[in-house]
């Protein structure tokens, strides 16, 4: 049983007048999965490093079951880093590169050979021992990565984006098989990652980072349908805000005149709607009563009539993707996709 302390995290590298980590501080319950969405640069590899050993903070203290492991070296932290490319020896078969960390601690053969056969059978591929990594497709080598991290049953799983350099097809069958490893073995999981729909799709809580600071950090519903600032309605994929007067159940608005309901969500601060017409708000107070509305985008409907809670537009550009079509509209000087 794992749990991991973050507190107060300040880290800056040479040459950068700005620190890629700024007071940042977390809790990763035992058992649980945190998933770090950010984009390059926001500080979250340098987190899993921090934790990891391989580099240390200018200020603060990362602790595993209240107790500090900053003065541990990283063989004796029982974190166990899996980053973003297999890095299998190619000289060693299937069975070799999962039972090296087991061979090295002295793990006598005969259980080395049974742990190895049943991780295998964990990630979903079983009698490959003697296969080579060169015989494997990516995903196939990210799973044998990902056996070789948890045989030797680490306290806790750092993961640096394994899945950035597969396919789609690969990417989602992998998602499931850690997600459901994860859960079976019960370990403390850190996710880095810049997707948001694997950030949701695999974790318990997500961490959204940004300029080297959590700026919400919640279940992964919760973010997506309630983000508690502009910010972070803006990593959860919303881009259309819309800033104007709030009078009772109106909101006037330079693009026209909407209903809102008077009161709903904490958002900031503010009085949020909750759903108007189908269209899901949240409003950030911005002075007095001027407020911003975010909308999100599955939520606006395009119709050639008037009504209640329409605006009017015009399409500059529409691209089919397969499984909708994106539409970009001109709503005065309003530009909504």
């Known amino acids: 049983m794992t749990q991991v302390e973050l507190l107060a995290l300040t880290k800056r590298f040479p040459g950068r007048d700005a620190p890629v980590l700024k007071d940042l501080s977390l809790t990763v319950s035992d058992g649980e999965l945190v998933a770090l969405l950010g984009q390059s640069g926001s500080g979250k590899s340098t987190l899993l490093k921090l934790i990891a050993g391989i580099e240390r903070p200018d200020t603060g203290d990362v602790r595993l079951n209240g107790v500090s492991i900053l003065d541990l070296p990283p063989h004796k932290r029982g974190a166990v880093?899996?980053?973003?490319?297999s890095y299998l020896f190619p000289f060693l078969t299937v069975a070799d590169n999962v039972?090296?960390?087991l061979k090295v601690k002295g793990t006598p053969a005969g259980l080395i050979?049974?742990?190895v056969a049943r991780m295998l059978e964990l990630i979903g591929l079983p009698g490959i021992e003697n296969r080579r990594p060169a015989q494997l497709s990516g995903g196939e080598q990210q799973r044998v990565?990902?056996?070789r991290a948890l045989v030797t049953r680490p306290k806790v799983l750092l993961l640096d984006e394994p899945l950035s350099s597969l396919d789609s097809a690969a990417r989602l069958n992998l998602q499931a098989a850690?997600?459901?490893?994860?859960?079976a073995l019960g370990i403390t999981t850190i996710l880095v990652t810049h997707d948001v729909g694997e950030a949701m799709a695999m974790s318990d809580r997500?961490?959204?980072l940004q300029g080297g600071e959590i700026i919400a950090v919640d279940r992964p519903e919760r973010?997506?349908?309630h983000p508690p600032s502009v910010q972070a309605a803006q990593f959860m994929g919303v881009s259309t805000f819309l800033v104007g007067r709030k009078s009772n159940e109106w909101l006037e608005t330079p693009q026209g005149r909407l209903q809102a309901p008077p009161c709903g969500l904490a958002f900031d601060g503010a009085a949020?709607?909750?759903t108007v017409a189908g269209d899901t708000f949240a409003g950030d107070s911005v002075a007095g009563d001027t407020v911003t509305y975010a909308i999100r985008p599955e939520h606006i409907r395009i119709q050639a009539d008037a009504g209640l809670n329409t605006l009017p537009g015009t399409i500059l550009d529409c691209v089919f993707r397969g499984e909708h079509i994106e539409y970009l509209v001109a709503v005065g000087d309003l530009r909504v996709r």
């Open 223 to 225: 973010l997506f349908h």
């Open 178 to 183: 850690i997600r459901s490893l994860q859960r």
């Open 81 to 85: 880093f899996m980053f973003q490319k």
């Open 272 to 274: 949020t709607g909750d």
């Open 113 to 115: 050979r049974d742990e």
């Open 99 to 101: 039972g090296f960390g």
């Open 206 to 208: 997500l961490a959204l």
């Open 145 to 147: 990565a990902l056996a």
